[in-house]
Each structure stands twice: as structure tokens, then as C-alpha cells.
């Protein structure tokens, strides 16, 4: 690791594919044109589904003001620690269910609390350390969550992994936000950095019962789609909310299994499932 986290440095271009990615054969990002609209869900739960699928799935949390992922995968108060190769993420229990593995800096900030305002350069730096000095080793999939909007984030991001061949993007909406110029921007975003747009995705779409488990539309839906063939993009589905989610979030540090194994057991995780295979389906190179 170069310095100490957070520094503000010099940020010298990436000059090809960072060493730590080179064993990672898909990388995904995940963006929403707002905040809110789920998209720290959506990652969780399409690695959640591909971890099911059998594959090894590493997340990497670069929401550096708002970090959710630890409270996601039930992973508060734990720490990265570093070895010879790099910071070494932290394992989330899959009992033999594929694997995973996460990076915030939700698991440096301790108990400086679980946000920080920094300015562009520093936030460049962290995201810098965070795709050169991680030993994420072999993984199928490697999804990047990033801060709501088109922040610096995310020019640093599109920057470091301009060499390193992602799949896409997936973009996050809700039946609410769709008609807002959010989205759009992210979807202009993507097409201005050359990021692939692997599809969108309706979540908040409909309501599920928890007592009959039937979906209601609460607010109206399509928007999502209608955004999708407004820009020549794939649909990948709708999200419904499901309160069980939150409780599964909510409950699974006391659960006898797995959140891996209780969220292959969800009603949201066929949903999800299809989603997934209509990401896989569009068979983009593995890059090793
Ligand atoms: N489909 C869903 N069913 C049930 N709850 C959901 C669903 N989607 C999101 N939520 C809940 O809504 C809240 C906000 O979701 P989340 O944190 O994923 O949004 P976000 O877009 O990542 O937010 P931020 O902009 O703060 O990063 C969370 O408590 C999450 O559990
Ligand atoms: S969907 Fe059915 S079970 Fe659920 S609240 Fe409505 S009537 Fe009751």
C-alpha cells in the first residue's frame, strides 16, 4: 500500500490494466443517477445471486461518503488487513456457496463514523489505492458500486479502469426517478467515458406483500423500460421492494445460515436470477 490511506498525492494516469485485476475475469459497475433508488441493494443482491450460481465474487464499495456495503453483508466492525500482496478483503461466510469478498472504506474509517467529506483529489487517491493495492487474487465477477450521480468518483473510476476492460455498467432507476434528467445523465455518462451499459434496472417496482407474498404497484412502472429503448440499452427487469429483504439484512447476524443461503432461499432471488442471466447472457470477453 502507497501511503497512508486518504493522503492526498500526485495522481500519475494508470498506464495499462492494474496487477490486482489481472485474475479477475468480469468486472461490472453499478450506477444510479440518484441516491437512494437502491443501488447498494441491487450490488448486494447480484452478488449475492451470482455467489449461488457458484461463482467467486469480490464487491468493491467505492461510495466513499456514504459506505453501506459493510452494513449490507453484515460485516460492521471489521477490518482490512494487509499482507505482503496487497489489503486483503474481507470474507463474508458463504458455507461453500461460491465466494465472497468485500472493500469499503467503511472498514477503515473504524469508529470515525460512516462518512467522510473529502475533497476531489483525495477521493481520487483513495479509489486509486483501492483498484492498484487490493489482493482480490481469482474471481469470476468483481462489481464496483459507486456513489449516486456523476461525481468525482466516477471520472476516477471510468480513469483507472480505463485500461482494465470492464463488462459495463448496470444502471439503477425507480419507477419514480426515471422521468428525471438523473438518469439520463448517467446513461450519457456511461456513453461519454465508453462504458458499456449493460442494462437497466427498475428497483422499488411494485410492492410485495409480506403476509401473501403478491406484488402491488404501488406507483406506476415501465418507466424503466422506456428509458432502456429510449437509449437502445438492454431491460434487465424489475426489483419489487420486499420487506423480508430488509429483514434478512436486518436478522442475519443472529441467522443459523448464511446470507448467501437464506437470499438463495428469497422470493427476490429468482428475480434477481433473471437479471443476472440476462447480464450473462450477453457473453461479454473475459479478460483473462
Ligand atoms: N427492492 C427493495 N426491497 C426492499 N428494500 C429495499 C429495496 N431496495 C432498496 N431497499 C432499501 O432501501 C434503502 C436504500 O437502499 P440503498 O442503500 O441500496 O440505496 P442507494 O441507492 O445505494 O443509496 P445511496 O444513494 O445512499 O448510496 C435501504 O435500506 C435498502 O435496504
Ligand atoms: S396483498 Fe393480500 S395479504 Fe397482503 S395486505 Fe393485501 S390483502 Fe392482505
Given at each position: 500500500?502507497?501511503?497512508?490511506?486518504?493522503?492526498?498525492?500526485?495522481?500519475?494516469?494508470?498506464?495499462?490494466?492494474?496487477?490486482?485485476?489481472?485474475?479477475?475475469k468480469?468486472?461490472?459497475?453499478?450506477?444510479?443517477?440518484?441516491?437512494?433508488?437502491?443501488?447498494?441493494?441491487?450490488?448486494?443482491q447480484?452478488a449475492?445471486?451470482?455467489?449461488?450460481?457458484g461463482?467467486?465474487?469480490?464487491?468493491?464499495?467505492?461510495d466513499?461518503?456514504g459506505?453501506?456495503?459493510?452494513?449490507m453483508?453484515?460485516?460492521?466492525?471489521?477490518?482490512?488487513?494487509q499482507?505482503?500482496?496487497?489489503?486483503?478483503?474481507?470474507?463474508?461466510?458463504t458455507?461453500?456457496?461460491?465466494?465472497?469478498?468485500?472493500?469499503?472504506?467503511?472498514?477503515?474509517?473504524?469508529?470515525?463514523?460512516n462518512?467522510?467529506?473529502?475533497?476531489?483529489?483525495?477521493?481520487?487517491?483513495?479509489?486509486?489505492q483501492?483498484?492498484?493495492?487490493?489482493?482480490?487474487?481469482?474471481?469470476?465477477?468483481?462489481?464496483?458500486?459507486?456513489?449516486?450521480?456523476?461525481?468525482?468518483?466516477h471520472?476516477?473510476?471510468?480513469?483507472?479502469l480505463?485500461?482494465?476492460?470492464?463488462?459495463?455498467?448496470?444502471?439503477?432507476?425507480t419507477?419514480?426517478?426515471?422521468?428525471?434528467?438523473?438518469v439520463k445523465?448517467?446513461?450519457?455518462?456511461?456513453?461519454?467515458v465508453?462504458?458499456?451499459?449493460?442494462?437497466?434496472?427498475?428497483?422499488m417496482?411494485?410492492?410485495?406483500?409480506?403476509?401473501?407474498?403478491?406484488?402491488t404497484?404501488?406507483?406506476?412502472?415501465?418507466?424503466?423500460?422506456?428509458?432502456?429503448e429510449?437509449?437502445?440499452?438492454?431491460?434487465?427487469?424489475?426489483v419489487?421492494?420486499?420487506?423480508?429483504?430488509v429483514?434478512?439484512?436486518?436478522?442475519?447476524?443472529?441467522?443459523?445460515?448464511?446470507?448467501?443461503?437464506?437470499?438463495?432461499?428469497?422470493?427476490?432471488?429468482?428475480?434477481?436470477?433473471?437479471?443476472?442471466?440476462k447480464?450473462?447472457a450477453q457473453?461479454?470477453?473475459?479478460?483473462?
Open positions: 500500500m502507497s501511503g497512508e490511506f486518504g493522503e492526498e498525492e500526485q495522481i500519475e494516469e494508470q498506464e495499462g490494466p492494474a496487477p490486482s485485476l489481472a485474475q479477475i468480469h468486472i461490472i459497475l453499478i450506477l444510479s443517477g440518484k441516491g437512494g433508488v437502491g443501488k447498494s441493494s441491487v450490488t448486494t447480484a449475492l445471486t451470482l455467489c449461488n450460481m461463482y467467486k465474487v469480490g464487491v468493491l464499495d467505492i466513499l461518503t459506505p453501506s456495503l459493510p452494513r453483508f453484515g460485516l460492521e466492525n471489521r477490518s482490512i488487513y499482507a505482503a500482496e496487497g489489503w486483503l478483503p474481507v470474507p463474508v461466510e458455507n461453500g456457496v461460491g465466494s465472497l469478498s468485500v472493500i469499503s472504506l467503511g472498514f477503515l474509517l473504524g469508529d470515525r463514523g462518512s467522510v467529506v473529502w475533497r476531489g483529489p483525495k477521493k481520487t487517491a483513495m479509489i486509486k483501492f483498484i492498484k493495492d487490493v489482493a482480490w487474487g481469482q474471481l469470476d465477477y468483481l462489481l464496483i458500486d459507486t456513489p449516486p450521480g456523476t461525481s468525482d468518483e471520472i476516477s473510476i471510468a480513469e483507472q480505463r485500461f482494465s476492460e470492464p463488462d459495463g455498467a448496470i444502471v439503477v432507476t419507477p419514480q426517478s426515471v422521468a428525471t434528467a438523473d445523465k448517467e446513461l450519457n455518462f456511461c456513453k461519454k465508453a462504458l458499456h451499459i449493460l442494462g437497466v434496472v427498475e428497483n417496482s411494485g410492492f410485495i406483500c409480506p403476509h401473501c407474498e403478491e406484488c404497484n404501488i406507483f406506476s412502472s415501465g418507466g424503466g423500460l422506456k428509458l432502456a429510449e437509449f437502445n440499452v438492454p431491460y434487465l427487469g424489475n419489487p421492494i420486499d420487506p423480508k429483504f429483514e434478512l439484512i436486518e436478522n442475519q447476524t443472529t441467522a443459523d445460515e448464511s446470507l448467501v443461503e437464506s437470499y438463495g432461499k428469497s422470493t427476490l432471488c429468482p428475480i434477481f436470477k433473471d437479471i443476472m442471466d447480464v450473462l457473453n461479454r470477453p473475459a479478460r483473462c
